[in-house]
């Protein structure tokens, strides 16, 4: 990992090629013998969240024992890939059938990769009497990037830190409200739907997931 690995990513000229693909880590042995053997699970983990890995193969292998173990591979696990948190949501209190809404938000990838695809924001309104309406943003996720610490140095080396969270991104969305929406109040729920459907896709890391995927956030009162 550090007389071999290092250069040969570097001369093969595979270091940001996480910004496009998916980086695939394989254990040596298991999880289970880096216990065994008092490998520092914190060094290894944080060394494979700095080189962007998405996934990680443990040859279907139990894991290790012991509760500080877990809480490693946990810590790990929750950093694995991309993570979306939503920061904020902003809109209007009210609007009027037909009205264009503008939604302001402030998303974050807490994880360690991007999503590669081109997952879309989603939108719905519902209210106690069964309606329901899904809107489609124009808004996707793929460029949402974590954070970076500078890999291979001898610090690095020595001691990979953490990984640093990406930066906020501030998203603009806009949808329009059907002529025909009847005036009352309105929940307001968002998700992340796939390239070409409207159901929910990702769970994303903050509270209030409902049943169906969706997570409802807000209130829209229409007037007429």
């Given at each position: 990992?550090?007389?071999?690995?290092?250069?040969?990513?570097?001369?093969?000229?595979?270091?940001?090629?996480?910004?496009?693909?998916?980086?695939?880590?394989?254990?040596?042995?298991?999880?289970?013998?880096?216990?065994?053997?008092?490998?520092?699970?914190?060094?290894?983990?944080?060394?494979?969240?700095?080189?962007?890995?998405?996934?990680?193969?443990?040859?279907?292998?139990?894991?290790?024992?012991?509760?500080?173990?877990?809480?490693?591979?946990?810590?790990?696990?929750?950093?694995?890939?991309?993570?979306?948190v939503l920061?904020?949501?902003?809109?209007?209190?009210?609007?009027?059938?037909?009205?264009?809404?503008?939604?302001?938000?402030?998303?974050?990838?807490?994880?360690?990769?991007?999503?590669?695809?081109?997952?879309?924001?989603?939108?719905?309104?519902?209210?106690?009497?069964?309606?329901?309406?899904?809107?489609?943003?124009?808004?996707?996720?793929?460029?949402?990037?974590?954070?970076?610490?500078?890999?291979?140095?001898?610090?690095?080396?020595?001691?990979?830190?953490?990984?640093?969270?990406?930066?906020?991104?501030?998203?603009?969305?806009?949808?329009?409200?059907?002529?025909?929406?009847?005036?009352?109040?309105?929940?307001?729920?968002?998700?992340?739907?796939?390239?070409d459907s409207?159901?929910?896709?990702v769970r994303?890391?903050?509270?209030?997931?409902?049943?169906?995927?969706?997570?409802?956030?807000?209130?829209?009162?229409?007037?007429?």
């Amino acid at each position: 990992m550090r007389n071999a690995y290092p250069q040969l990513v570097q001369e093969s000229g595979a270091q940001d090629v996480w910004k496009t693909a998916p980086v695939a880590w394989e254990t040596c042995w298991d999880m289970r013998r880096w216990v065994k053997e008092g490998w520092p699970l914190r060094y290894i983990f944080n060394y494979a969240l700095a080189l962007h890995g998405s996934y990680i193969n443990n040859k279907s292998a139990p894991l290790p024992e012991g509760e500080d173990v877990r809480e490693e591979i946990k810590r790990f696990l929750r950093r694995l890939g991309y993570r979306f948190v939503l920061r904020e949501l902003r809109h209007p209190k009210q609007a009027r059938p037909g009205d264009s809404l503008a939604l302001a938000m402030k998303w974050q990838n807490v994880g360690s990769a991007p999503c590669y695809r081109p997952y879309r924001l989603a939108y719905r309104l519902t209210n106690e009497h069964g309606y329901s309406k899904t809107f489609i943003g124009g808004a996707t996720v793929e460029k949402w990037m974590p954070g970076t610490v500078e890999t291979f140095t001898e610090e690095f080396l020595r001691e990979p830190p953490d990984l640093p969270r990406g930066r906020i991104v501030n998203v603009a969305d806009r949808i329009a409200l059907p002529a025909n929406i009847r005036a009352g109040r309105y929940s307001l729920a968002i998700a992340i739907v796939g390239e070409d459907s409207s159901e929910p896709i990702v769970r994303l890391a903050i509270k209030g997931r409902g049943p169906n995927g969706w997570y409802p956030l807000s209130e829209i009162v229409v007037h007429e």
